[in-house]
């Protein structure tokens, strides 16, 4: 399977400033990435992905022979009261996603996914012939 790296061109500005105990400033939101980890046995891949902040309704995982999209909206409002008079109200509301794709072909009819505190745990078997299809979040 290959790896896959997102580069980010502003990603090493850390490192570069680690012993100077100052951080870069960064302008604007930004969208967390979807964290994963895959792992493979008897027959079934079983992939752990971190998605805090997201409900369950939010996510979509689609699955199109052995390439596997997980897909989440994120919505995110704060506002700060005093009193009845309203300080500051901040909104963003955006999108991540995250596709891979797997040596084996996934049998979407007996796959499983489940959201519990902000990790999605998706059991996707192996299967010999190819389809397409979505799963339903529980």
Known sequence: MANLTRYDPFGDL???FKGLMLKPVRFGHQVPEIKM?????????TV?????????????????GNVVSISAEV??????????RVIRSE???????????????VDEKT???????GVLELTLPKKSGS????IAVQ
């Open 75 to 84: 919505k995110e409002e704060k506002e700060q009261k005093q009193g009845e």
């Open 131 to 134: 389809r397409s299809g979505k």
């Open 48 to 64: 752990r992905a971190e998605i805090p902040g997201v409900k369950k309704e939010d996510i979509k995982v689609d699955v199109e």
């Open 14 to 16: 850390d490192d570069m």
């Open 111 to 117: 796959a499983n996914a489940k959201y519990t505190d």
């Open 37 to 45: 980890d895959v792992k493979e046995n008897n027959g079934a891949y």
């Open 91 to 105: 909104r963003y509301y955006g999108s991540m996603s995250r596709s891979f794709s797997l040596a084996h072909d």
